[in-house]
């Protein structure tokens, strides 16, 4: 059985801090580090890591641990939302491992956080109590408003709370846009996602990117059966070909299935960095 976790930390600049909370994971026996990718503009890192439920919910549990240690939201500043030091863990489903045994397992895992860190827990998606916070959008939304942690109370001093949950195969990935209008990327993410009638599975903000120069529409694609990468990518096009915008390219954020580059073969996205160690199968075969 195997099952995987791709936590969001809120550092992105200090590779020090980033390495230690990577071998933090690598040192649990029966986990495997796949992938650790870092943005400087959102000050965000995305570890991948993949074994034995116990063990991942262990290497999730000494991840938070060190980045709690080390990471101080008052200090912080970047482009992406954010909750919490160790910002967003979830547990994903990879083989043999239900979506509900994955659930079971975060809400231990957050009641742990909590119990061992005080660091408040909200759960989200399949491991949600309340389906106000079943979306993280919404949890993003409704915490600093005075939503109450599934664990615990207010708020840790340095590391803000966590939100813990399980859910499908996300596919992070951002669309890199030819100008620094800000407006015309929220305007285009705005018009793709689910949630304002757009594309179905596809959640999305604008970003800027001041290290470029540039923006971005920064997009969760949460099923890409339902909606393929190439749609969406088509989508962003259209509207950006409507305002005289050009697309510089589009990065992985994390990694990929296989089988959602299959769905897009023949279509060009214009890839910043994809390479064959970025396809999940790909790193779980060399690591195994």
Not at 157 to 174: D, E, H, M
Not at 254 to 270: K, T
Request: hydrophobic letters at 45%.
């Amino acid at each position: 059985m195997i099952i995987e976790s791709v936590p969001n930390f809120s550092e992105g600049r200090d590779p020090a801090i980033v390495a230690a909370i990577a071998r933090a994971v690598s040192a649990v026996s029966g986990v495997l580090l796949l992938d650790t990718t870092s943005d400087p503009d959102h000050n965000r890192s995305v570890l991948t890591f993949a074994g034995t439920p116990p063990a991942v919910a262990d290497a999730a549990f000494l991840a938070v641990r060190e980045a709690v240690a080390k990471i101080d939201l008052n200090r912080h500043a970047g482009v992406h939302p954010r909750l919490g030091a160790a910002d967003v863990i979830p547990l994903v489903p990879v083989k043999g491992a239900t979506l509900e045994q994955c659930a079971n397992l975060a809400r231990t895992l957050g009641e742990r956080i909590w119990e061992e860190l005080r660091v408040p827990v909200y759960l989200y998606e399949a491991a949600a109590l309340r389906p106000e916070c079943k979306r993280l959008e919404n949890v993003r939304k409704l915490a600093p408003a005075g939503l109450a942690p599934d664990f615990g109370t207010g708020r840790h001093p340095t590391a803000g709370a966590s939100v813990v949950g399980a859910r499908k195969f996300l596919i992070a990935w951002n669309i890199n846009l030819r100008t620094a209008d800000l407006a015309a990327a929220g305007e285009i993410a705005r018009e793709i996602r689910e949630s304002s009638g757009g594309l179905p599975a596809v959640k999305s903000i604008g970003l800027p990117l001041e290290s470029r120069g540039q923006v971005q529409v920064s997009i969760n694609l949460v099923d890409f059966e339902r909606t393929p990468l190439y749609v969406v990518y088509d989508a962003v096009k259209e509207r950006c070909a409507e305002r005289g915008i050009g697309i510089a390219g589009s990065e992985l954020i994390g990694m990929i299935p296989a089988a959602a580059l299959r769905e897009s073969e023949g279509h060009d996205l214009q890839w910043e960095n994809m390479r064959p160690e970025l396809v999940l199968e790909n790193r779980l075969r060399e690591a195994l």
